[in-house]
């Protein structure tokens, strides 16, 4: 038998495979999701998430520490706010002085090269757990009665120091509603990272759990996305280059694999993905059980995204890749 080609030619030792080697993973591609809670010296593990906290602001500061030594770029902060500062306009959101503004105050004057990216909806602060405002009567989750609310969230997050504002809502126009509101107040140099296609999810089941911000009602379907479509991905990504967004997100990661592709191959903007809560969750957990090596599986993951078009990555297993990178 005459067998010119042989593939596994370049794959007979390891410096012939690291020599091959299409796409690889390094710590700049990470982002770091971590979550903020009033308090002090208090840390609350997250059940649904193992290894991931609420950290009252000391204590976060001193994880944002240990990322920035691990040579982490950005880290992307969620408030948990208590119930009673929630109500059905997020009231709590255009506080100067809320725990979310000090949060970033404190974290951008202790690392100033640590990127600050922010998550703009209504869900943290808002009663009824919803992305944008409900009418009271109907349920309708309105769209541009809310995008006023949106942008003064966002001018305020962009006003305690945040550089990279993300907006996760996904009503419609909020990119162009926000870019002229940031370039109002001055602040033209806040880059907006949008959740360009983020679908309607199962996987955000341990997100919600961590902030207690499930919907009181109702579901998302009528702002996020079926998860069954594609060329609707690509409506919003044409959308959201047109209105001014710096970087577009997929979500969730990996079961939008093809969504993260088709868009890298009709942008030229860079692409983020957010490898969230389930995902995590479900490595987690078969780790635990001995069924997964936690290590591998998180890197052939997070490796996936890179392949697929992915230049960044939202993932809560940043400081635990990093540290492995490093290592
Ligand atoms: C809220 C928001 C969600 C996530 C990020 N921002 C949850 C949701 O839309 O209900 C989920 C992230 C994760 O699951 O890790 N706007």
Not at 166 to 193: C, Q, W
Not at 202 to 211: E, I, K, T, V
Request: hydrophobic share 40%; proline share 5%; aromatic share 6%.
């Amino acid at each position: 038998m005459k067998q010119r080609s042989r593939p596994r030619r370049n794959r007979m030792n390891s410096s012939m495979r690291a020599l091959i080697q299409e796409t690889s993973l390094s710590v700049n591609d990470l982002i770091a999701p971590l979550f903020v809670m009033e308090g002090e010296n208090e840390k609350v593990e997250i059940t649904s998430m193992p290894g991931q906290f609420r950290y009252s602001l000391d204590l976060l500061l001193k994880k944002i520490k240990e990322l920035d030594n691990l040579g982490v770029n950005c880290v992307s902060l969620f408030p948990a706010l208590d119930d009673k500062l929630k109500d059905s306009c997020a009231t709590e959101s255009m506080n100067p002085d809320g725990l979310f503004q000090r949060t970033i105050k404190e974290v951008k004057s202790l690392c100033p090269n640590m990127l600050v990216m922010t998550d703009v909806a209504l869900d943290p602060y808002s009663s009824d757990g919803h992305d944008g405002l409900v009418n009271p009567k109907t349920g309708e989750i309105l769209n541009d009665e809310t995008l006023e609310i949106l942008a003064g969230m966002a001018v305020n997050q962009a006003n305690a120091g945040a550089d990279i504002i993300g907006p996760s809502d996904m009503m419609d126009g909020r990119i162009g509603y926000i870019r002229d509101a940031l370039d109002g107040e001055n602040h033209k140099n806040v880059s907006i990272m949008s959740y360009t296609a983020k679908y309607c999810s199962a996987f955000y089941g341990p997100f919600r759990d961590a902030l207690e911000s499930a919907p009181k009602s109702g579901d998302k379907k009528t702002y996020q996305m079926n998860p069954g479509n594609i060329d609707e991905a690509l409506r919003e990504l044409k959308l959201d280059e047109a209105e001014g967004a710096d970087i577009v997100m997929v979500k969730p990661g990996l079961p939008y694999l093809d969504v993260i592709k088709v868009m890298s191959q009709n942008t030229t903007l860079p692409i983020a993905t957010y490898n969230v809560s389930g995902e995590y969750a479900m490595i987690k957990a078969a780790a635990e059980k001995g069924w997964l090596d936690c290590e591998s599986t998180m890197f052939e993951v997070l490796s996936s995204f890179k392949r697929a078009g992915a230049s960044m990555i939202l993932t809560y297993f940043t400081e635990e890749a990093a540290r492995a990178l490093n290592s």
